[in-house]
């Protein structure tokens, strides 16, 4: 990697909001009318399912509570695009914690590293996800949320808030955009979202160039009717349990 990458990604780290290049701009201005159509999509579904989920949410976070001292709810800086500034931007993810507080990061952000390159490998020589498996840090209830994906549906009210969409690519940690080359930034150039085709295609057992591969196919063939699509291949895809450890 030259200087001039390295101080790219430096500055995408630790800046609030990052621009597009010219090409993303046009490109995405094009798709205003679908962004908009998709946002009033996710304003409703997610305002419903937050109302039809709120029992489930009650009882998780007293679950949570009952296990393990520490907030309910897990916060995160993450990066995603802003479809309607044209920018890529940090925004506050939330999860549901499922590990013990105040968990050392670090553990993940190595692994991280070693999974972008191309250094994690299963017991069977596959390629590995950036998933720690038997991470001591997961509590009991953490690691029943984990398996099921139910330690996601907080990012609900990221999409009701606008920093999320139901369907896009993964939203990701700063410290994993930082070892990013250049042509991994494309993935970042859609709404970040709860699911997508990387979710349903690979969902943590491919590579980080094998994932990006995926979001970028997914941003060029953006449609109303493939996040139709995608939505209801999530079903089974977390039925499944596939990739999720």
Not at 41 to 53: E, F, M, P, T, W
Not at 127 to 144: A, H, I, L, M, S
């Amino acid at each position: 990697m030259n200087s001039t990458e390295q101080q790219h990604q430096t500055r995408l780290v630790h800046e609030q909001t990052y621009y597009l290049p010219q090409d993303g701009i046009s490109l995405n201005k094009a798709k205003r009318p679908y962004y908009r159509v998709k946002r009033f999509i996710d304003l409703i579904l997610s305002l419903g399912l937050l109302i039809l989920l709120s029992p489930l949410f009650i009882v998780i976070a007293i679950l949570i509570k009952l296990d393990s001292p520490g907030p309910v709810i897990f916060q995160q800086e993450r990066v995603g695009y802003d479809w309607r500034r044209q920018r890529i931007r940090n925004f506050i993810f939330y999860k549901f914690r499922s590990m013990v507080q105040n968990a050392d990061q670090t553990i993940h952000q190595n692994q991280v590293k070693a999974w972008v390159r191309g250094e994690m490998y299963d017991e069977n020589g596959s390629k590995e996800n950036t998933k720690v498996v038997n991470d001591p840090r997961v509590t009991r209830v953490g690691k029943y949320l984990r398996m099921t994906s139910l330690d996601e549906l907080p990012q609900l009210w990221n999409v009701l808030w606008g920093t999320m969409s139901l369907v896009g690519p993964r939203p990701v940690p700063t410290y994993e955009v930082a070892e990013y080359d250049t042509w991994h930034y494309q993935r970042l150039e859609a709404p970040a979202g709860i699911t997508g085709l990387w979710q349903v295609r690979g969902r943590g057992q491919v590579s980080l160039d094998e994932m990006a591969r995926l979001d970028i196919e997914y941003i060029k063939h953006q449609s109303i009717g493939l996040d139709i699509q995608i939505i209801i291949l999530t079903i089974p895809a977390v039925l499944s349990k596939r990739g999720a450890k």
